[in-house]
T-cell receptor, first 111, second 114 residues
Framework: LAKTTQPISMDSYEGQEVNITCSHN???????ITWYQQFPSQGPRFIIQ???TKVTNEVASLFIPADRKSSTLSLPRVSLSDTAVYYC????????????FGKGTRLSVIA | EPEVTQTPSHQVTQMGQEVILRCVPI?????FYWYRQILGQKVEFLVS????????KSEIFDDQFSVERPDGSNFTLKIRSTKLEDSAMYFC????????????FGPGTRLTVT
C-alpha cells in the first residue's frame, strides 16, 4: 500500500472552504484514493473516493492531478460540525483489502 | 439507512478475563472486519472475514483473539485473556462487495481492562 502524508492539523473559520492535501508518491496503477472522516468516539465514515481528475458528491470534492501523486479533499463552507479527523487512504479495490489508516488531519472549525 | 451496530457500547473487564464483542453488520454485506483504536492513536486493522473464514489478519491478532459468525447476522470478536494493553475502542466494519472500497463502520465498543 502506498504511504500517505497529510498535515497533522488545520484550523478554519465557519463558512470557509477547506482544502486538505495528501501526498502519495508511490501510488500504484490500480490504487484508488479514498477519504474517511472520524468524529470523536465514533467509527470512521466514508466521504469520497476517486481514481483521477475530479469527483464530487454532496459532501465534498476530490481533486486528483494527472500524475496522481497527490490529492486534495475540498470541503465547501465548513461548519462547526465538520470538526473531525480526516484520513486519506490509498489502495486497491480487489479482494478483501483492509483499510490502512494513517494519523490523519485534525480539522478544527472555529466560529 | 442501514447501519452496523455494536454491543456493548462500553465493556469493563479485569485483566485475564475473556470478553466477547458483538457486531451486527449490514445485512447484504459479505466482508467483515474488526479494527481497534487505542486512545489518541491510529485506527489499526485486526482481521477480515469472508465466506465464513478469516481472509487476513494483522500481527496484533494473535492467539488470544478469535472471530466468529455464529449465525446469519452476528459477527463476534473474542479476546480470551485480556491484557491492560487491550484497552481500546473496537470497531466492526462491513463491506458489500469486493468492487467497493467503502467500508461501513459501527459506533464501536470501548473496552477498558483494569
Amino acid at each position: 500500500l502506498a504511504k500517505t502524508t497529510q498535515p497533522i492539523s488545520m484550523d478554519s473559520y465557519e463558512g470557509q472552504e477547506v482544502n486538505i492535501t495528501c501526498s502519495h508518491n508511490n501510488i500504484a496503477t490500480n490504487d484508488y484514493i479514498t477519504w474517511y472522516q472520524q468524529f470523536p468516539s465514533q467509527g470512521p465514515r466514508f466521504i469520497i473516493q476517486g481514481y483521477k481528475t475530479k469527483v464530487t458528491n454532496e459532501v465534498a470534492s476530490l481533486f486528483i492531478p494527472a500524475d496522481r501523486k497527490s490529492s486534495t479533499l475540498s470541503l465547501p463552507r465548513v461548519s462547526l460540525s465538520d470538526t473531525a479527523v480526516y484520513y486519506c487512504l490509498v489502495g486497491g479495490y480487489s479482494g478483501n483489502t483492509p483499510l490502512v489508516f494513517g494519523k490523519g488531519t485534525r480539522l478544527s472549525v472555529i466560529a | 439507512e442501514p447501519e452496523v451496530t455494536q454491543t456493548p457500547s462500553h465493556q469493563v473487564t479485569q485483566m485475564g478475563q475473556e470478553v466477547i464483542l458483538r457486531c451486527v453488520p449490514i445485512s447484504n454485506h459479505l466482508y467483515f472486519y474488526w479494527y481497534r483504536q487505542i486512545l489518541g492513536q491510529k485506527v489499526e486493522f485486526l482481521v477480515s472475514f469472508y465466506n465464513n473464514e478469516i481472509s487476513e489478519k494483522s500481527e496484533i491478532f494473535d492467539d488470544q483473539f478469535s472471530v466468529e459468525r455464529p449465525d446469519g447476522s452476528n459477527f463476534t470478536l473474542k479476546i480470551r485473556s485480556t491484557k491492560l494493553e487491550d484497552s481500546a475502542m473496537y470497531f466492526c466494519a462491513s463491506r458489500e462487495t469486493s468492487g467497493s472500497y467503502e467500508q461501513y463502520f459501527g459506533p464501536g465498543t470501548r473496552l477498558t481492562v483494569t
